[in-house]
């Protein structure tokens, strides 16, 4: 490194915003996350001994990944590489990978490599650390907010060991708040603020589990705060907080792993009749900008899948909510998909339908070329009586328009999809259903 390069960096680390300066760097100045880091933990003790072997970190932003890993770079012998997967490609592997085996060969020392945002890199980039992995040239921390089993290469996940990282407290927030606050070396303690205690449980409260997102607040209120004449120190009152924090962090990623999570769990609420958990859900998503086609489709899928014939009308009330949305669209769309939601959630339930359309689909693959009984066939193209297919009988010249013959093809006869349940109108079609077949004709 040159003067050049030196002077960049230390203006860099001076003009960082406070979140990057208020990194700890060491394991004892880390706020939360003691169930991966508590005494006596895996990491701790990998840390703690320089035995790391390669992990992955995965949890949402702010919640200590990429601190870890610089907290990993203070305390080990090992060389310490970083690479963002934003902005870095295979050539900068190459490199990294390059060093690593010329101080490995050399020095004996190993290498750490950490990617940020691992999941940002496709299968070709991942799969290329694999042998230097397996072989031990580098040792790899990647950081990701996407659930690792679905964004990194199973390869790479066997080699490594994954940690989820929690979204912080309230407690754990409030005390890196007072911490940047009164901080002279690192956090903002040479602008003489002081912060009210309502302010720090606001913010900490606002940040959703986010550290950075409430230093930022702190941060951004200790610069546009005017000292008071009277004291001359800067006062962060709950006004202050309030005016810096002014929309509560909500977690929710569009394209995401919290978008699964989350719309599953808006599934899961309707099914397991819990209105109150649906709109709960349904107002995240809403808030998080989601698109209302997307949640009204989950909506009439719920509708067949979970309540089916059980309450008929659901679908209807979905469908309708489906197109109202298109044609009314936000704010006022989100009355409509309550409307739907709570509905559905409401709605007696049966998956009866569901499971036929199932077992019938696994009987099609089974039973694929099983021919259609000859009386039901067409027949009214020339030569069908010739073929046999006659003796169709019609159903509505018998009682109850019903009469018993045979539809199911002759390997499928006696089988049985549709079981209505005792829930909502299915019950009084589970009645009917046995009592036409047990007062029916047999048309003989």
């Known amino acids: 490194m040159d003067l050049f390069d030196f002077m960049r960096e230390q203006k860099g680390k001076q003009e960082?915003?406070?979140?990057?300066?208020?990194?700890?760097?060491?394991?004892?100045?880390?706020?939360?996350?003691?169930?991966?880091?508590?005494?006596?933990?895996l990491l701790t003790r990998a840390i703690e001994a320089d035995r790391l072997s390669s992990?992955?970190?995965?949890?949402?932003?702010?919640?200590?990944?990429?601190?870890?890993?610089?907290?990993?770079?203070?305390?080990?012998?090992?060389?310490?590489?970083?690479?963002?997967?934003?902005?870095?490609?295979?050539?900068?592997?190459?490199?990294?990978?390059?060093?690593?085996?010329?101080?490995?060969?050399?020095?004996?020392?190993?290498?750490?490599?950490?990617?940020?945002?691992?999941?940002?890199?496709?299968?070709?980039?991942?799969?290329?650390?694999?042998?230097?992995?397996?072989?031990?040239?580098?040792?790899?921390?990647?950081?990701?907010?996407?659930?690792?089993?679905?964004?990194?290469?199973?390869?790479?996940?066997?080699r490594s060991t994954v940690f989820r990282l929690n979204p912080l407290t309230e407690e754990d927030i409030a005390k890196l708040i007072r911490r940047a606050v009164t901080d002279k070396e690192q956090g903002m303690g040479v602008y003489n603020a002081e912060i009210s205690e309502e302010a720090v449980h606001f913010l900490a409260d606002m940040a959703e589990g986010d550290a950075r997102n409430a230093l930022n607040a702190v941060e951004l209120g200790i610069l546009t705060t005017e000292p008071d004449p009277a004291d001359g120190r800067i006062h962060i009152t709950l006004q202050v907080a309030e005016e810096c924090i002014q929309r509560r962090n909500i977690k929710y990623d569009k394209d995401g792993d919290n978008h699964y999570d989350i719309i599953s769990a808006f599934i899961k609420s309707m099914r397991g009749s819990d209105p109150d958990a649906a709109v709960y859900y349904l107002a995240k998503m809403l808030y998080g900008g989601e698109s209302v086609t997307f949640i009204a489709r989950r909506i009439m899928i719920c509708a067949s899948e979970d309540v089916g014939m059980a309450d008929p009308q659901a679908l209807q009330v979905a469908v309708a909510a489906a197109q109202a949305v298109e044609r009314v669209g936000l704010p006022e769309s989100q009355l409509i998909l309550a409307h739907a939601a709570v509905y559905v959630a409401t709605a007696p339930k049966s998956n009866s339908v569901t499971n036929a359309i199932f077992a019938a689909t696994a009987a099609v693959k089974e039973h694929g070329r099983a021919e259609v009984p000859p009386h039901l066939r067409d027949a009214h193209y020339s030569g069908s009586k010739e073929l046999g297919q006659v003796g169709y009988k019609y159903a509505h010249d018998f009682p109850n328009h019903y009469v018993?013959?045979?539809?199911?093809?002759?390997?499928?006869?006696?089988?049985?999809?549709?079981?209505?349940?005792?829930?909502?109108?299915?019950?009084?079609?589970?009645?009917?259903?046995?009592?036409?077949?047990?007062?029916?004709?047999?048309?003989?």
């Open 16 to 41: 960082s915003p406070l979140a990057r300066r208020l990194r700890p760097k060491n394991l004892s100045d880390v706020v939360g996350q003691e169930h991966i880091l508590g005494p006596g933990k």
């Open 55 to 158: 992990v992955i970190l995965y949890g949402p932003p702010g919640t200590g990944k990429t601190t870890l890993a610089y907290v990993i770079a203070n305390t080990t012998k090992a060389d310490f590489k970083e690479i963002n997967a934003t902005t870095s490609g295979k050539k900068d592997m190459e490199e990294v990978v390059r060093e690593a085996k010329n101080t490995l060969g050399m020095y004996g020392r190993k290498t750490i490599l950490f990617v940020d945002e691992i999941h940002r890199f496709n299968k070709a980039q991942q799969d290329f650390l694999l042998p230097y992995v397996e072989d031990g040239t580098v040792i790899l921390i990647g950081a990701t907010t996407e659930n690792p089993y679905f964004e990194v290469n199973s390869a790479l996940i066997s």
């Open 404 to 444: 018993k013959q045979q539809y199911l093809p002759d390997p499928l006869v006696g089988t049985t999809f549709y079981e209505p349940s005792e829930q909502g109108k299915e019950a009084k079609i589970r009645e009917w259903m046995k009592y036409l077949k047990e007062e029916a004709e047999d048309g003989e």
